[in-house]
């Protein structure tokens, strides 16, 4: 389903990249489901482990944009650079900007860790996908805002992605 279909007033856990897209501007679609999330007519909410993502994919994004660094492996190139990695910040204000548009972020436990390694057996997604499912289990959330379609697999789970990616 798309991104504009969700209906008000309904809550939402949203993936990463339906961050990326929005803030490196390459959907749309993502800023206007951002867009009502921040309104309100959302209820948004994401997890710790996402945000690390986040931040840590925009900073490989940050880095690229101000040609610090090119493929191949920019993150690994970073890695080896503290001095590059201190000359970034965008990628900090930019994940900093989340929980201020509104979006909750929930924690994560070690009995998350649990439930996700089961999930993942049953999924056959990766470690941080299996991770969201088992967070959206605990909070009986069923829709998800990704442009992962490998969601689209998973039984009880309202994929909502972007069109224009």
């Known amino acids: 389903m798309k991104l504009e279909t969700i209906p008000g007033g309904i809550l939402v856990f949203i993936d990463a990249n339906i961050f990326i897209y929005h803030f490196t501007a390459a959907s749309a679609s993502c800023n206007q489901f951002l867009t009502r999330c921040s309104s309100g007519e959302l209820h948004g909410m994401?997890?710790?482990?996402?945000?690390?993502?986040?931040?840590?994919?925009?900073m490989v994004v940050e880095a690229q944009q101000k040609r610090l660094v090119r493929p191949p492996n920019p993150a690994q190139k970073l890695a080896r650079s503290p001095a590059l990695v201190k000359k970034l910040s965008l990628y900090e204000e930019w994940t900093l900007a989340i929980p201020r548009m509104g979006i909750e972020v929930e924690e994560v436990s070690f009995a998350d860790l649990m439930v996700s390694m089961n999930m993942r057996q049953k999924s056959g997604l990766l470690t941080l996908d299996a991770l969201i499912l088992a967070v959206m289990s605990r909070l009986k959330i069923p829709n998800l805002a990704s442009a992962d379609r490998a969601f689209s697999a998973v039984e009880g789970i309202k994929l909502f992605s972007p069109e224009d990616i």
């Open 46 to 58: 994401t997890s710790l482990p996402v945000l690390l993502e986040v931040a840590h994919r925009l």
